[in-house]
C-alpha cells in the first residue's frame, strides 16, 4: 500500500492540487503583480530564502527523532500551500495576494529547493539530504507542480466563469485530497504517530509559529490588508511538495514515519491558522462596526 501511494497516489495527487491552485489566478491578477511586485516577490522569495535556516535553528534547539528533523527540514524548502488561499478568505485579507506568493513561490522553488539541497548537507548534523536526487526531484516538480499550475491557469482564462461557480468546491476539494493521502498513508504506521505525537507536536508548533513570525517580519511596513498575508503564506507549507520530496528520500518505514509526522504537523497548522483567521475576521469586523 504504502509503495503505491509513493509511485502513484502521490504524484497524481499533487498534479490535481497544482491544477487547482492555478485555477485560482486571473489575468488581472498579473497585471496587478506588475504594478506592485514587491509584496509577492518579498512574500514568496522571503520565506523560501529564510524558513530552512529556521528550520535548521528548531532541530537544533529540540531533541526529535532524525526522520521528524529531516520532515521539518523537508517542509521548510515548499513553496506555500493553496490552501493558503482559503485561511485568507477567512480571515478577510487579500486573497489574490495569496493566491500570487503561492504562484510565484511555486516558480521559485525550482531554483530553490535544488540550491539547499546542495547546501543543508554541508550543515553540521544533516546527513540524510545527502543522498538526495537534486536533478530527479528538479524534474518532478516542473511536470507535477508548474506543469499543472499552468494548465490551471489556462483554465481559469479560458472558462473563467465556470472556474468562478466551482472555485470554493475546488479549494474544498485540495484539502480532502491532501487529507486522503496523510490519512491512507497513517493507516499503515498508525502505531507512530501515537509513539511519537509530543515530537511531533512540539516541532510543529515551533516551526509554524517561528514561520508566521518571519512573515510578519517580511509584511511589517505593508498596509493591513496585505501584512496578514505575509503571515498566512509563511506559515502554510505545501504538504503535497513535502510528500513528493519525502517519497524521493526515504523509503520504508522512516517514509511512514515521514507521514505520520506530516499528518500530525497538517493537523496543528489547521487549528493555528483558522485560529489565527478568526482573530483577524473579527477585528475587522470589529473596525466596522
Known amino acids: 500500500m504504502l509503495q503505491l501511494l ?11 492540487l497544482m491544477f487547482i491552485a492555478g485555477t485560482q489566478i486571473t489575468v488581472e491578477d498579473f497585471r496587478a503583480l506588475r504594478r506592485s511586485p514587491s ?16 528550520a535548521l535553528a528548531i532541530i537544533n534547539a529540540i531533541e526529535v527523532n532524525s526522520t521528524i528533523a529531516l520532515g521539518i527540514l523537508i517542509l521548510s524548502l515548499c513553496p506555500g500551500g493553496g490552501i493558503s488561499n482559503t485561511y485568507a478568505f477567512l480571515a478577510r485579507c487579500n486573497v489574490l495576494l495569496a493566491a ?8 521559485a ?14 550543515m553540521p548534523g544533516v546527513h540524510e539530504l545527502q543522498s538526495a536526487p537534486a536533478s530527479t526531484i528538479l524534474g518532478q516538480l516542473l511536470a507535477y507542480m508548474v506543469l499543472p499550475l499552468g494548465l490551471g491557469i489556462l483554465a481559469r482564462y479560458r472558462a473563467a466563469s465556470f472556474i468562478e461557480r466551482v472555485a470554493l468546491s475546488l479549494r474544498r476539494v485540495s484539502t480532502v485530497l ?43 511596513r505593508m498596509n493591513r490588508r496585505d501584512a496578514p498575508v505575509l503571515v498566512i503564506e509563511s506559515g502554510v507549507r505545501n504538504v503535497g511538495v513535502a510528500l513528493l520530496l519525502g517519497s524521493a528520500i526515504l523509503t520504508g518505514q522512516d517514509f511512514a514515519l515521514f507521514a505520520s509526522f506530516l499528518t500530525g504537523y497538517f493537523v496543528v497548522e489547521i487549528i493555528i491558522m483558522l485560529t489565527y483567521a478568526r482573530v483577524l475576521a473579527s477585528r475587522r469586523i470589529g473596525d466596522f462596526a
Open 178 to 220: 491532501i487529507g486522503i493521502i496523510l490519512v491512507t498513508a497513517l493507516t499503515t504506521v498508525g502505531p507512530m504517530l501515537a509513539d511519537f505525537a509530543t515530537e511531533i507536536a512540539t516541532a510543529a508548533v515551533l516551526f509554524i509559529l517561528s514561520a508566521m513570525l518571519l512573515g510578519s517580519m517580511l509584511g511589517f
Open 100 to 107: 500570487m506568493i503561492a504562484s510565484i513561490g511555486t516558480v
Open 39 to 54: 509584496p509577492v516577490f518579498v512574500g514568496a522569495l522571503g520565506q523560501l530564502a529564510l524558513l530552512p535556516l529556521i
Open 6 to 16: 509513493i509511485d502513484y497516489a502521490i504524484p497524481a495527487n499533487l498534479l490535481i
Open 109 to 122: 522553488s525550482l531554483a530553490t529547493i535544488p540550491l539547499w539541497l546542495r547546501v543543508l548537507p554541508l
